[in-house]
T-cell receptor, first 113, second 114 residues
Framework: GDSVTQMEGPVTLSEEAFLTINCTYT??????LFWYVQYPGEGLQLLLKATKADDKGSNKGFEATYRKETTSFHLEKGSVQVSDSAVYFCALIGRRGADGLTFGKGTHLIIQP | KAGVTQTPRYLIKTRGQQVTLSCSPI?????VSWYQQTPGQGLQFLFE???????NKGNFPGRFSGRQFSNSRSEMNVSTLELGDSALYLCASSFAGGVNNEQFFGPGTRLTVL
């Protein structure tokens, strides 16, 4: 079945550092790819998405590019802030949508001032 | 526009009991999906309801069931609770489900089984 693999962390960075969280996937066909963020005590919020190869999703300074050749969707941000501290989930949904969202295990990001 | 609401936010039950969780989707949304989040297994898809019908189902035992009402509100039921059912249960609503409709998540219900 479909699967998503991402670094679990915790990942600790200083404020204004460059962020990369790696995400690779296994899926049949051409899934849609997502990054969700979860703040303490809250549900998941969609951060960005990409629906086809070479698409770039972007939001709030975060970016990720759908790379079919490497089956990857790495999350990047040029300069992180303390407020970016959260758990980040990479996810996919297959073309039929029949299995719901398939999530990675989540990466706990800690930004220190 | 109000977001997805889930009640109760916290529950404590004992093994063998049953539990019902409730989810109210965003107004106008007809699809409701349920997910289980645990430290060991991460986030796993339970099932999706659309227009009062279960449309998709994940790989969970029959003790996990759900239903959806005509106003799109959904309930999830777990019977004969086991310790391993302790988890955060998340509900997500979308306009029509499927690939092209964004899912909006509620804050979750934290279930503890003793």
């Amino acid at each position: 079945g479909d699967s998503v693999t991402q670094m679990e962390g915790p990942v600790t960075l200083s404020e204004e550092a460059f962020l990369t969280i790696n995400c690779t996937y296994t899926a049949t066909g051409y899934p849609s790819l997502f990054w969700y963020v979860q703040y303490p005590g809250e549900g998941l919020q969609l951060l960005l998405k990409a629906t086809k190869a070479d698409d770039k999703g972007s939001n709030k300074g975060f970016e990720a590019t759908y790379r079919k050749e490497t089956t990857s969707f790495h999350l990047e941000k040029g300069s992180v802030q303390v407020s970016d501290s959260a758990v980040y989930f990479c996810a996919l949904i297959g073309r039929r949508g029949a299995d719901g969202l398939t999530f990675g295990k989540g990466t706990h990001l800690i930004i220190q001032p | 526009k109000a977001g997805v609401t889930q009640t109760p936010r916290y529950l404590i039950k004992t093994r063998g009991q049953q539990v019902t969780l409730s989810c109210s989707p965003i107004s106008g949304h007809r699809s409701v999906s349920w997910y289980q989040q645990t430290p060991g297994q991460g986030l796993q898809f339970l099932f999706e309801y659309f227009s009062e019908t279960q449309r998709n189902k994940g790989n969970f035992p029959g003790r996990f069931s759900g239903r959806q009402f005509s106003n799109s509100r959904s309930e999830m039921n777990v019977s004969t609770l086991e310790l391993g059912d302790s988890a955060l249960y998340l509900c997500a609503s979308s306009f029509a489900g499927g690939v092209n409709n964004e899912q909006f998540f509620g804050p979750g219900t934290r279930l503890t089984v003793l």
